[in-house]
């Protein structure tokens, strides 16, 4: 029998002592030394031992080089190791301790890891929803089923092993409250080695008493349960086999600041996520009039007629899916057409599915049949009468938004006053439930309006929402609840550093889709009131989603499908902790947020940021112009491909909202500078005595028509508010392959 770690009372202090190897702590507690070489030797996917490498190493010979920069609080390390021998089933590894640590600390490996994941784990089946009797519990804690987590239990077992493809950024964050310091290790994809690249492995594991955590870097990685879309599987990772002289080489980076919460944390992730890894620049592949064109064509193809009724479906079925996935918000790209054709297809769609699909409380099922008649899916399958509170909060927002867009249109008399009656009581029932309940949680009972799932940032997008509704409507007991709701999910992220409980097909760990809506929410209070205090958190939630956004190039296997295309995935946006995939865009908005926050800011990391996705999202465009919701390279789902022969309605959604809501140049004449979001480039620039000139060229192998938004400081210190692309005139067509000058 081998003890992995024996418990002992010493002194009136609990000590831990490593005495197997198996795992990756420091055998013998030392806080003078920071940084430890490891030999690892596995059997299949399991640590055997990981002993120091000293200068009297049978194994390995190290070479090391450090670099130091910016006053000290940056690192830069490369480790060398050079085989003395011929070994198999190796690897090495550098560990970096920290002591004075406790489980309070802030843990995160972006897109897979939120403060540790320490949440309460369940065992469910994909999209069941909670158990039954975690529902109308106010006291739930929040819930997940198995994903990589530090244990939430003292005196556990406390690991998490994934390894780059299970992550956006290839690093470890981590925040000591203690001492008000955070610390980032960054590293590399992984190693080249017989002509493929093996990832490295991101290791942490804490002591028993939490006292000592350990922050690993692995080549190759070897986790010993591969993650995988719910739960884990048996992993396919291995050691390596070496012979005498070769070598293996860890890249880290490693940097200490001051930070007293997560969001002085994420601001400085935000400023260093691309600084390790080399970039590539996005390629251009499909100008945004193109890909709003093929979009457009794709919600078409989406309408429905039959049985008396026509709407536009969101989904591959003859079904109104509300909100989260584009029911009623695919609607919008096809307002903006302008036309009578697509007027008359969305007042079908308004007609069919505003009067219906809801309950006594103001509230709506999550699916409409084409027969008029509810069905009850993923949660509410198993606990009918209920429905996720995210779709609900879509809905009132961008209902609100496209009574806006109508009237900005000059269609104000296409409104109908039933639309306006069943969205002033969905507003009423969000209203209702916060003045009752103090939030909105993750579920709803639609019928009474009482929350059914509590806890969760959930309703992220319904802040937003209200605060158009009380311009809208003018009622302002709306933005009264917005600044409470507002401040209630800001608080509750400032705390953990997470948003949750956006989806339907997974339960309350951390996901990517209420962080953009979190975002665009504080946004729109930000415009709507003016105060700064929502501009700062804008850019807080801005700077956190930007940890669920791939930043770096990721080398795909050679026989994939996306590495024979040369995909670049930088801007793919992953989608939870448990639903380990990168997508094309956010779901489901243009994300026209970070350009507003550009806009306002000039800080070019907003700009680039959406200009990454609205070019990840041309990359997932097949050549029949459909879209899926994969774009991934992590080995837990659809690695290295992008779902060719499907189609996934969301993503056409976000395609067109990117195409119409972010301009494809923005030029500040001021200062003499052009932004490029489109799929086209900026040659030149000259100034001329009555403005400027800017020559661009069109890469692409289609004709683009590219939209220019120009103006001054005063200008741009203007918000844009909602549907602000109608005032954007200024258009220039430009032939596949040619280039053209335009004037300013």
């Known amino acids: 029998m081998k003890i992995s770690e024996v418990v002992a009372i010493a002194c009136g202090c609990l000590i831990s002592i490593s005495v197997s190897g198996q795992d990756w702590l420091p055998v013998k507690r030392d806080n003078q030394v920071k940084l430890r070489l490891l030999d690892c030797k596995y059997d299949k996917a399991k640590l055997l031992k990981s002993q120091v490498i000293g200068s009297n190493s049978d194994n390995w010979e190290v070479k090391q080089t450090v670099e130091t920069i910016k006053d000290g609080e940056e690192s830069i390390y490369r480790f060398t190791f050079k085989a003395k021998r ?119 594991e804490e002591s028993l008493d939490r006292r000592v955590a350990s922050f690993i870097i692995s080549a190759p990685g070897v986790r010993e349960k591969k993650p995988e879309f719910i739960g884990f599987s048996e992993s396919p990772d291995r050691g390596v086999s070496v012979t005498a002289g070769e070598e293996i080489t860890i890249r880290v980076t490693k940097i200490n600041f001051q930070s007293q919460d997560v969001a002085t944390l994420y601001n400085r992730f935000m400023r260093e996520r691309k600084a390790h890894v080399t970039a590539e620049k996005p390629r251009n592949l499909m100008p945004m009039s193109e890909v709003l064109l093929k979009m457009a064509k794709n919600i078409d193809e989406r309408y429905y007629v039959g049985d008396g009724v026509a709407f536009y479906c969101p989904e591959n079925a003859n079904w109104m899916s509300y909100g989260w996935v584009g029911g009623l918000m695919n609607t919008y790209p096809m307002l903006a057409q302008g036309d009578k054709e697509h007027l008359e297809k969305v007042k079908n769609t308004f007609d069919f599915a505003l009067p219906q699909g809801k309950g006594k409380s103001g509230y709506y099922y999550d699916v409409l049949g084409a027969d008029g008649k509810v069905i009850n899916r993923d949660a509410a399958k198993w606990i009918p009468g209920i429905g996720l509170t995210r779709k609900n909060a879509d809905i009132l927002y961008w209902m609100i938004k496209q009574f806006m867009l109508l009237e900005k249109q000059g269609r104000s008399n296409a409104i109908s006053d039933e639309w306006k009656t069943n969205i002033r009581q969905l507003a009423d029932a969000f209203v209702k439930t916060w003045k009752e309940e103090g939030t909105w949680g993750n579920y709803f009972a639609i019928e009474s309006g009482k929350v059914a799932a509590y806890n969760t940032t959930g309703g992220a997008m319904a802040v937003g929402g209200l605060a158009l509704a009380s311009l809208y409507f003018n009622v302002p007991e709306y933005l009264e609840v917005a600044h409470l709701a507002a401040k209630d999910y800001y608080d509750g992220f400032a705390l953990v550093g997470f948003t949750s409980g956006a989806c339907g097909d997974i339960l309350q760990n951390a996901d990517s889709e209420t962080a953009i809506a979190l975002t665009s929410s504080l946004m729109t209070m930000y415009e709507v009131t003016g105060e700064e205090k929502y501009l700062d958190q804008t850019k807080q939630l801005a700077d956190y989603t930007a940890s669920w956004t791939v930043s770096f ?62 070019h990840a999202h041309a990359e997932g465009i097949q050549p029949n112009g459909k879209i899926t919701e994969r774009l991934t390279y992590c080995d837990a789902d659809s690695r290295g491909s992008r779902g060719d022969g499907g189609q996934t309605g969301w993503n056409e959604t976000n395609g067109a909202l990117m195409a119409l809501e972010i301009p494809g140049i923005y030029i500040r004449k001021d200062l003499g500078t052009a932004y490029t979001f ?48 109608l005032d954007w005139k200024n258009r220039v067509t430009i032939k596949a392959g040619k280039s053209a000058t335009v004037k300013i």
Request: proline share 4%; aromatic share 10%.
């Open 86 to 204: 011929t070994m198999d089933n190796v690897g090495v590894a550098v560990a970096f301790d920290e002591y004075d640590w406790n489980s309070d600390n802030f843990v995160m490996i972006p897109a897979v890891v939120y403060n540790g994941n320490r949440q309460r784990i369940v065992n469910r089946e994909y999209a069941t929803g909670l158990d039954k009797s975690d529902y109308f519990r106010k006291d739930l804690a929040l819930t997940s089923n198995p994903i990589p987590q530090l244990s939430p239990e003292f005196g556990a077992k406390s690991r998490i092993e994934v390894n780059v493809s299970n992550t956006a950024t290839p690093m470890i964050a981590y925040l000591n409250r203690n001492i008000g310091k955070g610390t980032f290790l960054f590293t590399d994809q992984g190693i080249s080695w017989k002509e493929e690249v093996k990832d490295h492995a991101l290791i942490i």
């Open 553 to 614: 190039p990721y080398r795909l296997p050679k026989n994939t499908a996306l590495a024979k295309l040369g995909a670049n995935l930088t801007g793919a946006i992953w989608a939870s902790t448990q639903n380990k995939h990168g997508a094309p865009g956010f779901c489901t908005q243009s994300g026209d947020v970070l350009f507003k926050l550009y806009r306002k800011t000039q800080d070019t990391l907003y700009a680039d940021f959406i200009r990454d996705v609205i």
């Open 678 to 725: 489109d799929h086209v480039v900026v040659k030149e620039i000259k100034k001329t005595k009555v403005g400027m000139t800017l020559t661009i060229f069109n890469p692409t192998a289609f004709d683009a028509t590219v939209t220019l938004l120009t103006e001054d400081k005063q200008q741009a210190s203007t918000p844009l508010g909602e549907n602000a692309f």
